[in-house]
Nanobody, 118 residues
Framework: QVQVVESGGGLVQAGGSLRLACTAS????????MAWYRQAPGKERELVAR???????NYADSVKGRFTISRDNAKKTVYLQMNSLTPDDTAMYYC????????????WGQGTQVTVSS
């Protein structure tokens, strides 16, 4: 069973920055597609950013130019650098790990809360 653990959430003022981190307890981290999702109260979970095993990235339109996803395969960690935060970014942020060779829903972490005050 793959364990996915997020960290780095917290309370920040609008315009500030946070960096989230997610580790996955798996031997072959390099063949995982990694993604960050978020869910705000009363809203559906949405994709924020994804980085494929080959380093290709995609982002939600709402975070393009402000958020950057990256990965360090040696540390089995994916990061989400979040800049110019707004109250609309307030949500629980979840990390998702999907093996490239199987696809499917993959594995989810418990989430880390990000709160942006105005």
């Amino acid at each position: 069973q793959v364990q996915v653990v997020e960290s780095g959430g917290g309370l920040v003022q609008a315009g500030g920055s946070l960096r989230l981190a997610c580790t996955a307890s798996v031997r072959a981290f390099g063949i995982l597609h990694m993604a960050w999702y978020r869910q705000a109260p009363g809203k559906e979970r949405e994709l924020v950013a994804r980085i494929f095993y080959n380093e290709r990235r995609n982002y939600a339109d709402s975070v393009k130019g402000r958020f950057t996803i990256s990965r360090d395969n040696a540390k089995k960690t994916v990061y989400l650098q979040m800049n110019s935060l707004t109250p609309d970014d307030t949500a629980m942020y979840y990390c998702n790990a999907v093996p490239a060779y199987t696809g499917g829903d993959g594995y989810w972490g418990q989430g880390t809360q990000v709160t942006v005050s105005s």
